[in-house]
Protein backbone atom coordinates (compact mmCIF):
# COMPACT_ATOMS: atom_id res chain seq x y z
CA UNK A 1 0.00 0.00 0.00
CA UNK A 2 1.19 3.49 -1.03
CA UNK A 3 1.03 6.21 1.60
CA UNK A 4 1.03 10.15 1.01
CA UNK A 5 4.56 11.19 0.59
CA UNK A 6 4.13 14.68 1.24
CA UNK A 7 2.62 14.53 4.01
CA UNK A 8 5.39 11.80 5.36
CA UNK A 9 7.69 14.99 4.24
CA UNK A 10 5.87 17.41 6.45
CA UNK A 11 5.90 15.23 9.37
CA UNK A 12 9.30 14.84 8.92
CA UNK A 13 10.08 18.53 8.83
CA UNK A 14 7.81 19.68 11.33
CA UNK A 15 9.85 16.79 13.23
CA UNK A 16 13.02 17.22 12.94
CA UNK A 17 14.11 19.34 15.26
CA UNK A 18 13.15 17.18 17.76
CA UNK A 19 15.98 15.39 18.94
CA UNK A 20 15.23 11.28 19.24
CA UNK A 21 12.91 10.84 16.47
CA UNK A 22 13.28 8.00 13.72
CA UNK A 23 10.58 7.17 11.30
CA UNK A 24 10.52 3.65 9.97
CA UNK A 25 8.32 1.79 7.90
CA UNK A 26 5.45 0.40 9.28
CA UNK A 27 1.57 -0.46 8.86
CA UNK A 28 2.12 -0.21 5.06
CA UNK A 29 2.82 3.30 5.36
CA UNK A 30 5.53 4.98 7.62
CA UNK A 31 5.60 6.22 11.06
CA UNK A 32 7.67 8.54 13.22
CA UNK A 33 9.01 7.00 16.42
CA UNK A 34 10.08 9.76 19.24
CA UNK A 35 12.75 7.95 21.43
CA UNK A 36 11.41 4.57 20.45
CA UNK A 37 7.66 5.54 20.72
CA UNK A 38 5.73 5.75 17.48
CA UNK A 39 4.73 9.61 17.62
CA UNK A 40 2.97 9.55 14.82
CA UNK A 41 2.89 8.53 10.93
CA UNK A 42 1.16 8.39 7.57
CA UNK A 43 -1.07 5.31 6.45
CA UNK A 44 -2.31 5.65 2.92
CA UNK A 45 -3.41 9.45 2.93
CA UNK A 46 -4.06 9.87 6.48
CA UNK A 47 -2.58 10.38 10.02
CA UNK A 48 -2.06 7.89 12.50
CA UNK A 49 -2.04 10.00 15.83
CA UNK A 50 -1.14 8.79 19.21
CA UNK A 51 -2.69 10.37 21.48
CA UNK A 52 -2.98 8.17 24.14
CA UNK A 53 -6.26 6.73 25.61
CA UNK A 54 -7.46 9.48 28.23
CA UNK A 55 -7.26 11.42 25.13
CA UNK A 56 -9.10 9.53 22.97
CA UNK A 57 -12.39 10.62 23.04
CA UNK A 58 -11.32 14.34 22.95
CA UNK A 59 -9.46 13.45 19.92
CA UNK A 60 -11.91 11.32 18.22
CA UNK A 61 -14.88 14.52 18.82
CA UNK A 62 -12.33 16.40 16.24
CA UNK A 63 -12.78 16.78 12.35
CA UNK A 64 -12.39 14.01 10.32
CA UNK A 65 -10.93 11.57 13.12
CA UNK A 66 -11.82 7.98 13.62
CA UNK A 67 -10.68 4.96 15.63
CA UNK A 68 -7.65 3.16 14.11
CA UNK A 69 -8.46 -0.60 13.95
CA UNK A 70 -5.74 -1.40 10.94
CA UNK A 71 -6.20 -5.14 12.36
CA UNK A 72 -9.61 -4.84 12.30
CA UNK A 73 -9.45 -4.86 16.18
CA UNK A 74 -9.88 -1.01 17.75
CA UNK A 75 -6.63 0.37 19.41
CA UNK A 76 -6.68 2.37 22.37
CA UNK A 77 -5.43 5.58 22.31
CA UNK A 78 -4.86 6.07 18.67
CA UNK A 79 -6.78 7.57 16.05
CA UNK A 80 -6.83 8.15 12.37
CA UNK A 81 -6.89 11.87 11.62
CA UNK A 82 -8.44 12.04 7.40
CA UNK A 83 -5.77 13.65 5.38
CA UNK A 84 -7.69 16.61 4.10
CA UNK A 85 -8.19 17.84 7.43
CA UNK A 86 -4.08 17.83 8.72
CA UNK A 87 -3.65 19.76 4.68
CA UNK A 88 -2.84 23.28 6.47
CA UNK A 89 0.46 23.23 8.61
CA UNK A 90 -1.36 24.49 11.54
CA UNK A 91 -3.46 21.58 11.50
CA UNK A 92 -0.75 19.19 11.59
CA UNK A 93 0.85 21.04 14.44
CA UNK A 94 -2.13 20.71 16.05
CA UNK A 95 -2.25 16.89 15.88
CA UNK A 96 1.22 16.68 16.47
CA UNK A 97 1.11 18.24 19.72
CA UNK A 98 -1.63 16.14 21.02
CA UNK A 99 1.04 13.15 20.25
CA UNK A 100 3.59 14.98 22.20
CA UNK A 101 1.85 15.23 25.22
CA UNK A 102 1.36 12.06 25.41
CA UNK A 103 4.44 10.29 23.86
CA UNK A 104 6.60 12.56 26.20
CA UNK A 105 5.48 11.20 29.31
CA UNK A 106 6.24 7.57 28.24
CA UNK A 107 9.87 6.07 28.96
CA UNK A 108 12.70 5.86 25.94
CA UNK A 109 12.76 2.33 24.45
Request: proline share 6%.
Amino acid sequence: MAYDEGLAHRLGDALGALPGVTAKKMFGGIAFLWNGNLLVGVMGDDLIARVGPDAQEDALAQPGARVFDFTGRPMKGWVIVDGGVVSEDEALDDWIARCRDFVEALPPK
